[in-house]
């Protein structure tokens, strides 16, 4: 691994933690891409949650030893335990005031810590920030979460989990659920912190500076066969929240869905105009629309549309 390009003083107060499981020659995509910062941590902390594979564990091995890397890595080796425990083991090794959560397989722009922690910088009523992503892999497109207070988080996850956060805002809160091994871990933590810390929200840098590695069987992918099961993990657990601010969650899951709803029914109307065949669902969802939820009067728009 060649970092050696630039000789740039690191940042005292942010260090990265990278978390490994398995990840072969990925983890040196993500830790070239913290060496090629135009602010560099201070430190990079790798946390190897248990990996069996040979490869992975002797690239690990060889990171740790590679002279020619400019900035100084901390290799920590436990047993597998999820990536939750994997985190919390990276900060609780960290000292900087600021952290960076890094997943081994994706990788970041060389200004992202730069955009980043400016922007806690210059809010301290901000407790995290991140940006928007750039995916590859199976997908190629920009996502824009859009951050916010705790009622932007209620109804779904505005911040990546590659962001930067305040680490005193780790220690209010407990950190990450350890007990969350099926994902929604980091949507978790997140409100975890809006609630911990008064009158705080989450910063959104509006530039793809996160590299977002997409393919069918990752785990972001993998989480929403349980979505309903997570969320109401999510809920229970946040009660408080949700309670105080009900209108808010379910606004905000409604405006998802009509969103959803009209994205449906402009390809419906599209592919009926252009005399395509409908896919069987679209079909079933003209013959019997749904009651109640805006879908009779979606199927009463699409039909005035296709008969004018």
């Known amino acids: 691994m060649d970092t050696a390009k630039t000789k740039l003083p690191p940042t005292d107060d942010v260090e990265a933690v990278v978390t490994s499981f398995n990840q072969g020659n990925m983890i040196i995509e993500a830790v070239s891409s913290l060496c090629a910062q135009t602010t560099l941590p201070s430190r990079i902390i790798i946390v190897d949650d248990g990996s069996t594979d040979c490869d992975s564990v002797s690239i690990l091995n060889n990171i740790e030893a590679d002279p020619r890397i400019s900035v100084p890595i901390n290799v920590i080796r436990q047993e597998n335990a999820g990536v939750s425990a994997a985190r919390n083991t990276g900060i609780r090794h960290s000292q900087a005031p600021l952290v960076l959560i890094l997943d081994g397989d994706d990788r970041l722009d060389p200004s992202y810590i730069e955009h980043v922690s400016g922007l806690l910088r210059k809010e301290p009523l901000m407790t995290a920030a991140s940006s928007w992503m750039k995916t590859f892999g199976v997908l190629q497109a920009v996502i824009q979460p859009s951050g916010g207070d705790i009622t932007r988080f209620l109804p779904r996850n505005c911040c990546p989990a590659t962001h930067i956060f305040r680490r005193s805002a780790w220690e209010q809160c407990g950190g990450y659920d350890e007990s969350m091994r099926s994902g929604f871990e980091d949507w978790d933590f997140f409100l975890s912190i809006l609630e911990a810390v008064p009158d705080t929200h989450i910063g959104i840098v509006e530039k793809p500076l996160i590299h977002y590695r997409t393919a069918p069987?990752?785990?972001?992918?993998?989480?929403?066969?349980?979505?309903?099961?997570?969320?109401?993990?999510?809920?229970?657990?946040?009660?408080?929240?949700?309670?105080?601010?009900?209108?808010?969650?379910?606004?905000?899951?409604?405006?998802?869905?009509?969103?959803?709803?009209?994205?449906?029914?402009?390809?419906?109307?599209?592919?009926?105009?252009?005399?395509?065949?409908?896919?069987?669902?679209?079909?079933?969802?003209?013959?019997?629309?749904?009651?109640?939820?805006?879908?009779?009067?979606?199927?009463?728009r699409i039909a005035s549309a296709h008969n004018t």
Do not use: C
């Open 217 to 300: 069987a990752s785990s972001n992918v993998k989480s929403m066969s349980k979505r309903l099961e997570l969320m109401r993990y999510i809920i229970e657990k946040h009660n408080n929240s949700y309670h105080d601010h009900l209108t808010d969650a379910l606004l905000g899951i409604e405006e998802i869905s009509v969103r959803r709803l009209y994205g449906w029914e402009n390809e419906i109307v599209h592919a009926m105009a252009t005399k395509k065949d409908l896919s069987r669902a679209s079909s079933e969802f003209i013959k019997n629309p749904s009651y109640g939820d805006g879908g009779m009067a979606s199927a009463v």
